[in-house]
């Protein structure tokens, strides 16, 4: 189940609010308390997973024919009669800040706060705005509880929502239990996609000391004009999975990982949405602070390789092969395919579009990923985000 809400006005400023409602959801209802609520779905045999954030709430299940209407039951007086009990706020907003403070001082958080800042194009309140560490907590501290109850009044409902059940169950009757529970359940705010725009963002190189940890992190990124839709999709997706989206045989980890042995894990990847532009490449590794000129000179050698040499037939057959072969396994299960049919219905689409895009991913030829990766990837527009314990690795080599 998917329950979209909210649009890019009505939102601002309630990003932390309505992350708050969404995690609190399970904790209590007008009838249960949130031990009687675990017990319930341990009866019934149901794995349940419910989430929110400012403008979405998700619903996972997995249960028995049998149990599936009672569990339904469930899932609707959870969302529509949550209590937000008091104590259960007051926990969860003392346990979001002990884990935001602890991520303090870790070379992950902090070279993914400044990547984020360096990217970000929205104004502070924009739910698309990303928050510093700092302004993070801040605004932990601000949410209030009658601010999460009034966030689940005014804008939770199923105005804007997808249910997909895949397995053994009786159709007609969960549709009109569905009916019952959620057709009049409207939001009354309005409601609109949420799309992030495409930007052309100057290269940066960036380097944070974390003292005294022993690891050291290595982000890189990219913009690129481009989503699902794109001609040039396939292509690029398949040049991103030679260049680092496999564990040992991509060109970095054979680079970087095998060959040099500067770290410990590497990998890279593309991310493209469904419908804005917003798409982006990026590469991370994690390695010894000692390694850190090295591996950054690896990896923008393996680049210019890429944009100057490309790839081989070979390693484009294997990539689109091994591609094929996870999306075959991706829908081997009732839940994937589950989650595949909400997204698609949300995106007016269908395995139709899975199946055209798979086949053109299976007739790629060398010539169209090369050309893709030379078109997309422009090594000097590469921003880089370093964070470790550099100086005592310094100090210890002299």
Do not use: C
Not at 212 to 241: E, G, H, W
Not at 281 to 298: C, G, H, K, S, T
């Amino acid at each position: 189940m998917i329950f979209r809400f909210g649009d890019e006005n009505n939102l601002k400023g309630l990003r932390d609010v309505g992350g708050f409602a969404g995690r609190l959801l399970m904790r209590g209802t007008a009838k249960r308390t949130r031990q009687q609520i675990q017990d319930e779905f341990d009866r019934l045999k149901a794995q349940v997973f419910i989430s929110g954030a400012a403008n979405a709430a998700f619903v996972n299940i997995e249960t028995t024919r049998a149990n599936l209407p009672e569990v339904i039951d469930l899932i609707a007086e959870i969302l529509k009669e949550p209590s937000f009990p008091e104590n259960e706020f007051d926990t969860m907003k003392v346990q979001t800040l002990t884990n935001l403070e602890a991520n303090r001082s870790e070379p992950s958080q902090i070279a993914n706060e400044a990547m984020s800042k360096h990217f970000n194009r929205y104004p502070k309140g924009d739910i698309r705005y990303a928050p510093s560490l700092d302004e993070n907590i801040e605004a932990t501290n601000q949410v209030t509880l009658e601010a999460v109850r009034a966030f689940h009044k005014d804008f939770y409902g199923a105005s804007n929502a997808y249910v997909s059940i895949v397995g053994d169950f009786d159709p007609e009757s969960i549709s009109k239990q569905l009916d019952r529970h959620f057709r009049s359940w409207k939001s009354s705010k309005s409601y609109a996609r949420i799309l992030s725009d495409h930007y052309e963002i100057p290269a940066a190189n960036e380097t944070f000391e974390t003292p005294d940890k022993a690891n050291a992190v290595f982000l890189a990124r990219v913009n690129v004009k481009m989503n699902t839709d794109n001609p040039d999709y396939p292509a690029l997706q398949i040049a991103s999975s030679i260049i680092g989206g496999g564990f040992l045989n991509s060109r970095l980890a054979t680079r970087i990982r095998q060959q040099d042995g500067l770290s410990y894990g590497v990998g890279a990847g593309l991310q493209t949405p469904a419908l804005s532009e917003s798409g982006y490449l990026f590469a991370q590794a994690i390695y010894a602070p000692e390694n850190r000129d090295r591996l950054e000179a690896a990896f923008r050698e393996e680049i210019e390789k890429v944009v100057k040499d490309g790839f081989t037939a070979e390693e484009v057959a294997s990539a689109k092969q091994g591609y094929l072969l996870d999306q075959q396994r991706q829908r081997a299960t009732d839940l994937s395919i589950a989650s595949a049919w909400t997204t698609f219905m949300d995106l007016d689409r269908t395995f139709e579009w899975t199946a055209d895009l798979e086949k053109r991913i299976g007739a790629l030829t060398v010539e169209q990923v090369n050309a893709a990766a030379r078109k997309y990837i422009t090594p000097a527009k590469i921003s880089v985000f370093k964070a470790g314990d550099f100086a005592k690795a310094k100090a210890a080599g002299q």
